[in-house]
């Protein structure tokens, strides 16, 4: 006792007693701010993007078919795995339900769609249809009256833009590459004669316009976008980070589409207002200055050229009274709106605030500024598996998000979907439905589907990719290759009873757990159970479902984990040879104490205890000071730069915690690398001859 | 007054010890044939030209070197037959050492010097420890400096510590190689004298080599050697006579 007590006396006041202490111990402290800092921070991502991942879509673990030919990728936004279907889901949520962790199971199919929509004059074209076919029915009105006048002059509106476009055309290109005919198509409808006859037969008159002015416009777009097909209420309840920004939820067992903010944001928002509070966010939360910034810059040139979408949305009212309050505002006398819009939008940064502000009071009220309102219908197209088109109309209720992840592209790629269209629009018909199916065949005299062409059926369609036209599922769905009409139509209204919801194809299923730490054990659990009762799932952990990105994040932690080990070694070889060092010059003393009767196990200790007191002393500063820097990261929050870095910090600051696991680490380390180093030095000074004493100084 | 008593069994005895290094090639003889018996409580200087032999003999009887042929046996046990564990514990407990260079160490006060041999027997607690200490630190004149450091000592100090250490474990024999050598002459009479104090007090056997004539003739008795052999062992030589006329 009191030996070890002389030791480590000995050890205290030879910490400081040689230079080479101050090498071995900045090398420790360094090391151990690293692993302090680096572990925190590792671990911090790891939680936070486990958050994104099993918060947002993932669920801790996804089950799928064992009879895929890939694997489950969930966040690989365009090229969909080729997964093969669970044909009913009803048979297996019991059973993974039946495993003692799992809290919930919540059925999915990620997919890809697009949806198209027309151009400005489509839709307006589309509101005077109704409000002209309104007055057909008999509708006298007033209000309608000034409705048709108010959707004429902003149609004529539309066309003298595009006369002028043309005329821009004209100038710069030679006059042979513009078709005569679309010129004289725009004569005619800009002309005093078709607007004054236009009453006289409204419905020839929007024929006209619809077929021969509308293609002129190219801004009809075509829209992708992935979606989890998913049982809406289910996932609400299992996924508690999503919430809806924009409108409402779907009605429980409804059909319908949410839409992620981030897309509704990206993709449907008028560009130049989307790109108005991009800069106004760069400036204002990112500390960014638009003369400095070449992305920035890009926008505003953007904005200044790409006016149009704003002018064709003003109906000549709004036209007139935005003239005016831009000339006010601008202080100028230019009465071309075009001219007034691009000055307005030539933004810097002692203007940008005030001109966005202005933005949203005085413009944005006058123009749609998405292109899809909560409430809209939209037809959705989808490429089924077995290769045909399938359309259906899907009504967008609103847009939602996940909580702290509302920046983030990755976690906000994916729009939500009900479970029913998710499977009309995957084309896959259950064996119930297929035998209904037959039933109506037989009874319109449609003959029996071969045995052999029966999963061509199942899918919605017996041609390959590409040879098959489109199929509607509409007011006149085919479903199964059969006429439905009416009885389509009922389905496509009524909300599904959760039995319906359940009892049909699925993709995968997330499995939420109570208690996630024991992930791996309830893993196993669930393979036996689909083992035992023939289910052919196979079971993977949300790192291994996030595909790509869960690989991203094994080589992340891989990397820096290799970076730590060569650190290690480094550490070990330097302070290894500094010990040495250190011992070497300590001969006489070590000889001295062996002379007066120390054992060599004695001297041992001595340099190891040294060592290891050195380690921990100075790796006790680079943890405080790791520590300091840590909690001082996770008051501030490290910002995650880029969108990409949302996901992966889960919110728009990483908040780094302090990890106990990374202390106990960095402590086990220190001993660890200490006495690994000091062991062989340790050795060395054993075989130390007392002999060594008797030898003058120098 | 004869202070030692040669016909008690002797606490050292070499007999027939030869002691080579080999460098290389050649091979050095540092010992030739050697038979020395020393008993209990003697003072005896060695002395000799350099070279001749001295430190390797010291080492021997220190028990910190082995002999190539021949017996040591020290306090009665032949040192041919012990480990190097028990060699350890040979010196921990029978022999004292004092350096020519003191060998203090550093980071340890006087104190804590001295005591140190103590806390490796683990035989004494911590009361009695110090009581030991203290009361050697009296005896060697430096009981007011025990909290100092070596590097706050003169050389002679230093060498006073280093004998109060040697001494602490009331050892059979104090070794001590050249241990003027580092002093001016008049420290270095002091320090033999302080060395001959305490080998009547604590009767003591002291060994040490020295070349300085001065120092010399503080010794009761000199062992002179020459080229790895003993050629004059002085008064011993003649005391035993003496006792060999007496009887
Ligand atoms: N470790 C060694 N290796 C080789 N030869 C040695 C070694 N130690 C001593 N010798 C040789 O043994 C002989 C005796 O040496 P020793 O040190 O015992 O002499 P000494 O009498 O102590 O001399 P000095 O008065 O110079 O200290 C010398 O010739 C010396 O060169
Ligand atoms: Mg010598």
New binding site residues.
């Given amino acids: 006792m009191s030996e070890l007590f002389l030791l480590i006396q000995i050890a205290i006041r030879n910490l400081f007693a040689s230079f080479l202490n101050f090498v071995i111990g900045g090398i420790i402290l360094m090391g151990t701010l690293l692993f302090v800092v680096g572990g925190s921070l590792l671990s911090s991502v790891d939680s936070a993007m486990s958050k994104s991942i099993t918060g947002s879509i993932a669920g801790h673990v996804q089950v799928y078919s064992d009879k895929s030919k890939e694997e489950l990728s969930l966040f690989s936004n365009w090229t969909m795995p080729d997964i093969a279907a669970v044909p009913d889901f009803s048979k297996i949520k019991p059973a993974l339900l039946s495993v003692d962790n799992v809290k919930t199971v919540v059925p999915m199919g990620v997919e890809g769609a697009n949806m198209t929509y027309g151009n400005t004059l489509d839709q307006t074209l589309d509101k005077l249809r109704k409000a002209v076919n309104a007055r057909l029915a008999g509708d006298r009105s007033p209000a309608l009256n000034e409705r048709i006048v108010s959707l004429k002059d902003h149609v004529r509106r539309i066309v003298t833009v595009i006369q002028e476009d043309y005329k821009k055309l004209t100038v710069m290109a030679s006059t042979q590459s513009i078709d005569p005919q679309e010129l004289r198509a725009i004569e005619k409808a800009a002309s005093a004669e078709f607007w004054n006859s236009f009453d006289a037969d409204a419905l020839a008159h929007l024929e006209f316009m619809e077929n021969k002015i509308a293609p002129l416009l190219p801004d009809a777009d075509l829209i992708f976008f992935s979606y989890v097909g998913t049982d809406l209420d289910s996932f609400r309840g299992s996924f508690d980070r999503m919430e809806i920004v924009d409108g409402q939820m779907v009605p429980p067992g409804g059909r319908g589409l949410l839409l992620s903010k981030y897309v509704y944001e990206n993709q449907f928002k008028l560009k130049t207002a989307h790109r108005l509070d991009k800069i106004y966010e760069a400036l204002h939360d990112e500390g960014k200055t638009i003369a400095s910034d070449p992305d920035l810059q890009l926008m505003v040139k953007q904005n200044r050229s790409q006016t149009r979408e704003i002018l064709l949305q003003l109906d000549p009212l709004s036209s007139q009274r935005t003239t005016k309050t831009l000339q006010g505002f601008l202080k100028s006398s230019e009465n071309d709106l075009a001219t007034l819009l691009t000055t307005f939008f030539d933004t810097n940064d002692a203007n940008f605030i005030e001109r966005h502000g202005f933005f949203y009071k005085e413009i944005a009220p006058l123009i749609e500024l998405y292109r899809i309102r909560p409430g809209d219908t939209m037809p959705i197209n989808a490429f089924t598996k077995s290769g045909y088109i399938q359309s259906v109309n899907v009504k967008v209720y609103g847009t939602f998000q996940f909580k702290g992840l509302e920046k983030s592209g990755l976690a906000g790629g994916m729009s939500l979907m009900d479970l029913m269209t998710f499977r009309d629009l995957y084309g896959y018909v259950t064996p119930e439905r297929m035998a209904e199916s037959n039933q109506l065949k037989k009874n319109t005299g449609v003959k029996f589907v071969e045995r052999d062409r029966a999963e061509a059926e199942l899918f919605g369609g017996s041609s390959v990719v590409g040879t098959g036209g489109e199929k509607k599922i509409d007011d006149q769905a085919e479903m199964g290759g059969v006429k439905y009409s009416a009885t389509a139509r009922a389905l496509m209204n009524r909300p599904y009873s959760r039995d319906e919801i359940d009892q049909g194809v699925v993709l995968s299923a997330a499995v939420i757990l109570k208690d996630p730490s024991k992930m791996e054990q309830t893993m196993r659990e669930i393979e036996a159970v689909s083992k035992k009762n023939g289910l052919g799932l196979r079971v993977v952990s949300w790192q291994k479902a996030a595909g790509q990105l869960g690989q991203f994040v094994f080589i992340a932690k891989a990397v820096l984990y290799f970076a730590v080990f060569i650190i290690f070694v480094v550490a070990l070889v330097i302070i290894n040879n500094a010990v040495m060092m250190a011992t070497l010059q300590r001969v006489r003393e070590i000889g001295t104490m062996r002379a007066l009767g120390a054992q060599k196990r004695f001297v041992l200790k001595l340099v190891l205890i040294e060592t290891l007191l050195l380690g921990l002393s100075f790796g006790a500063v680079g943890t405080l000071l790791g520590s300091i820097l840590v909690k001082w990261m996770g008051h501030n929050g490290i910002p995650a730069g880029s969108e990409f870095l949302y996901f992966f910090f889960s919110g728009p600051r990483l908040y780094v915690d302090l990890g106990i696991g990374s202390l106990i680490g960095a402590f086990i380390s220190i001993c660890l690398v200490t006495s690994i180093s000091a062991l062989y030095p340790a050795i060395i000074a054993t075989r130390v001859s007392p002999?060594q004493a008797m030898h003058a100084e120098d | 007054m004869p202070n030692a008593d040669t016909s008690a069994s002797p606490i050292v005895s070499i007999v027939n010890v030869s002691?080579e290094?080999?460098?290389g090639e050649t091979v050095?003889?540092?010992?030739r044939d050697i038979n020395l018996s020393v008993a209990p409580s003697e003072f005896i200087s060695i002395a000799?030209?350099?070279?001749?032999?001295?430190?390797?003999?010291?080492?021997l009887i220190g028990c910190v070197d082995t002999a190539t042929t021949g017996q040591v046996i020290i306090a009665g046990q032949d040192t041919r037959n012990l480990s190097e564990r028990q060699l350890t514990e040979l010196r921990l407990h029978t022999i004292g050492f004092i350096f020519q260079s003191f060998n203090l160490v550093p980071v340890l006060s006087v104190f804590e010097n001295v005591e140190f041999p103590l806390l490796l027997q683990r035989k004494l607690g911590s009361a009695e420890r110090k009581q030991r200490v203290m009361d050697l630190l009296t005896k060697v004149g430096l009981a007011d400096r025990a909290k100092h450091r070596p590097s706050e000592l003169s050389g002679g100090q230093r060498q006073r510590v280093a004998i109060a250490r040697a001494l602490v474990t009331r050892p059979k024999i104090v070794l001590a190689?050249?241990p003027t050598a580092n002093l001016d002459s008049k420290t270095g009479e002091n320090i033999i004298d302080l060395m001959k104090e305490m080998n009547q007090i604590e009767k003591t056997t002291f060994i040490f080599?020295t070349?300085d004539a001065k120092v010399m003739a503080h010794a009761n008795s000199i062992i002179r050697?020459a080229d790895?052999k003993i050629v004059e062992d002085a008064k011993r030589s003649t005391k035993s006579r003496d006792q060999e006329i007496r009887a």
Wanted: hydrophobic share 30%; no cysteine; aromatic share 4%.
């Fill in positions: 002999v | 002691k290094y080999t460098l050095v003889p540092a010992l000799g030209p350099s070279g001749s032999g001295k430190t390797t003999l010291l080492n190689d050249e080599s070349h050697m790895g």
